[in-house]
């Protein structure tokens, strides 16, 4: 038992010798000692966001994602929508004037909001039904609070609609395109009416109050009793 305690006791001190031999840098020639946290600079490959792009560049969804993930994406991309543009020369897409750095930015403004939007859409959803069978109803209780939450979400994402039509209006003002992937389709698309998002979440909402006066009516029933 006393070998085998000291044989420990002898890996443990060769080993805090060799550990410390390892972290025990020098440079420039000048035998001056630093440690090793000093020797990598802290800040090194770190990132800093501050301007809209850095924001809206955040935003991303897994093929799986669950509320944490869309509230995520909301804080910075309501961020974004508070700071500042890059520099032309830094813009996500070939800026020669003035007039398509103001469209880029309306562009990229419309976008923005649409992303918000969807966003709420999509934490509405997570707390709704699409089919509301009779079975169901054993847990009224839950989904009256349930559909409550989702429709505060779907009414959250309506001004963030009517935002992203004004800049696409704005925008359509422009009669040249920048390269900014499907943003000008998107643009084409709200301004002749292809795409309102107006229209579907009333439809959603819509949907949802009957399902809301179902569990209503069966909870006054159950009340009544």
Known sequence: MKKILVFSALIIFTSSIFGKLRLDY?????????????????????WNPQNVEDFFLLYSLKQLYGEEELRRNIFFLKIALEKRFRH??????????????????????????????????????????????????????????????????????????????????EADQYRFELDLGTLETIRYDIVTGEMDFGKYTANHLEKLREKQLTVKDFLAQMNGR
């Open 26 to 46: 020098y440079y420039d020639q000048s035998e001056m000692y630093t440690k090793f946290s000093d020797w990598i600079p802290k800040r090194l490959h770190q």
């Open 88 to 169: 032309p020369s830094q813009a996500l897409c070939k800026i020669e004037n003035k007039d398509q750095y103001h469209k880029y930015r309306l562009l990229m403004f419309m976008h923005i909001n649409l992303k918000i939007m969807r966003s709420y859409l999509r934490l509405g959803s997570l707390y709704d039904k699409r089919h509301l069978y009779f079975y169901n109803l054993d847990f009224a209780d839950e989904l009256k609070e349930s559909f409550e939450i989702a429709e505060g979400f779907y009414k959250e994402a309506l001004p963030y609609w009517q935002k992203a039509r004004e800049y696409a209006k």
